[in-house]
């Protein structure tokens, strides 16, 4: 069980000094369509993501801010976060709805940019998202190109951890 432990470590270590996931092996037939549809994808929403930064930028990463300032000890930041956050959230989209009002002059129009504003933080963090999973991707594309030795080591090391579980999983007794 130590040896699956040690080549699961050095496996996912090796990965992340790529700045690769263990989703490229799984999806290699699908890359070059998933990339243009990506693309298209980020490009139409590209919009709602400047809104939603513009919108959203201040309250999230004022609580991170104030963690780093109130503690150096990692395990108090994120309590610390997520109560200058209940503070920050309110109060931006509070001066945030109150600007839009004074600026359109219209309830109906301030109702729609108040529903807006976490709506458009939630798509800033899944379009982040996709844009980092995008990255994995690209990395992993020019890697199979470069150094297709090593991807091939790579997928092998994989398949013998796979191989390494599955053996393992016999050895447990039936329940």
């Known amino acids: 069980m130590k040896t699956i432990q040690v080549k699961l470590t050095n496996y996912l ?9 263990d989703a490229i092996f799984t ?9 243009g549809i990506t693309l298209l994808g980020l490009l139409i929403g590209f919009p709602l993501y400047v809104f939603g930064l513009i919108t ?8 991170s ?10 395990t108090y930041r994120a309590p610390i976060m997520m109560t200058a956050g209940v503070l920050t959230f309110p109060l931006c989209y509070g001066l945030e709805i109150w600007g839009a009002h004074t ?6 129009l301030t109702l729609g940019f108040a529903l807006s504003l976490p709506i ?17 991707l690209w990395q992993a594309l020019r890697l199979f190109r470069q150094k297709p ?11 013998e951890i ?3 579980f599955e053996a393992a999983k016999g050895l447990l007794p039936k329940t």
């Open 13 to 21: 270590d090796n990965l992340k000094k790529l700045h690769l996931t």
């Open 27 to 35: 999806q290699s037939k699908q890359w070059y369509g998933h990339i």
């Open 56 to 63: 959203n930028y201040l309250p999230y990463i004022l609580p």
């Open 65 to 74: 801010k104030i963690a780093q300032l109130i503690s150096s000890d990692i």
């Open 103 to 108: 600026f359109f002059q219209q309830h109906w």
């Open 120 to 136: 458009g933080g939630y798509f800033v963090l899944g379009y982040w998202d996709v844009v980092a999973r995008l990255g994995h």
């Open 149 to 159: 030795t090593l991807m091939q080591s790579l997928s092998d090391e994989r398949a």
């Open 162 to 164: 796979f191989k390494a």
